[in-house]
């Protein structure tokens, strides 16, 4: 496929990002075929889509890093944050992302397989023995702790701890976001936001660590939130 001027810039702009550990960043992209896979995704996904998914990435990384995971889950949570909504080229409707106000039964049906999506064009197309952590770590960035996400409805353990991650700064990322129908949130009130749905439907561990690094860069939100010392599960799970 011909080389396009919207790929590389996101591969660049990843290694270059000053809170990245650059020795981490450019082990995940010495394979080619990422370069491949991120040509083929940038060539189908609208603007938007990749500028959250960047976002989402680089976020992403910074909690793993702060929750103390490996070399390789941080790259696995960069990676997957990357292409994590691939799968919405294959939404017949995609307008429907942007629609205000609660979903219907019928759109649902339209917008929730993209995530199954995104698992599969990733195992199929992304020729690299990570494939299928960063395709699973995408199927599941829908899925939340209670059983109620999708698109399986996986409860608890179900979820890959580095989904989680992905999960919480997908839902930040989106509220935090101008729309269509709505201004982007602040900070402040996308943090009292999730903090309702922290320990039920997205893991405490990484809304902690997600209040704490907003906290950092902004300075100005003032949720008084208690992060735990994270010694966090992600020491004790296996990452294999
Ligand atoms: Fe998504």
């Known amino acids: 496929m011909a080389k396009t001027e919207q790929s590389e810039p996101r591969l660049l702009l990843l290694q ?3 809170g990245n550990d650059s020795r981490v960043v450019k082990r995940s992209f010495l394979s080619s075929k990422f370069s491949t896979f991120e040509r083929k995704h940038c060539d189908k996904a609208s603007t938007s889509t990749k500028q959250h998914e960047h ?3 680089l976020l992403g990384f910074e909690i793993a890093t702060l929750l103390g995971v490996s070399d390789l889950s941080r790259s696995l949570v960069l990676l997957a944050g990357m292409f994590h909504d691939t799968g919405k080229r294959y939404v017949k409707d995609p307008s429907i992302f942007l629609k205000n106000g609660k979903l219907s039964p019928a759109d649902r049906e339209i ?23 960063i395709a699973l770590i995408a199927g599941q960035h829908h899925e939340l702790l ?11 353990s179900e979820i890959d701890p580095r989904a989680r991650i992905i999960t919480a700064v997908d839902i930040f990322d ?17 943090l009292t936001i999730i903090h309702r749905d922290s320990g039920t439907k997205l893991d405490k561990d990484v809304v ?7 906290h950092n860069k902004q300075g100005r939100t003032h949720l008084n939130v208690q992060t735990r010392n994270h010694s966090f599960p992600f020491r004790t799970l296996a990452f294999h």
Request: aromatic share 6%; net charge positive.
């Open 16 to 18: 270059q990002h000053e």
């Open 146 to 156: 209670d059983g109620t996400g999708y698109p399986n409805k996986c409860v608890g």
């Open 111 to 133: 917008i929730e397989p993209h995530a199954q999506h995104s698992q599969d064009i990733i195992l199929k197309e992304l020729q690299h023995p990570f494939a299928p952590r």
């Open 208 to 214: 902690g660590a997600l209040t704490t690094l907003v």
């Open 174 to 190: 989106a509220l935090t976001n101008n729309r269509p129908y709505r201004q982007a949130l602040s900070y402040r009130k996308a």
């Open 55 to 57: 976002r989402v990435a």
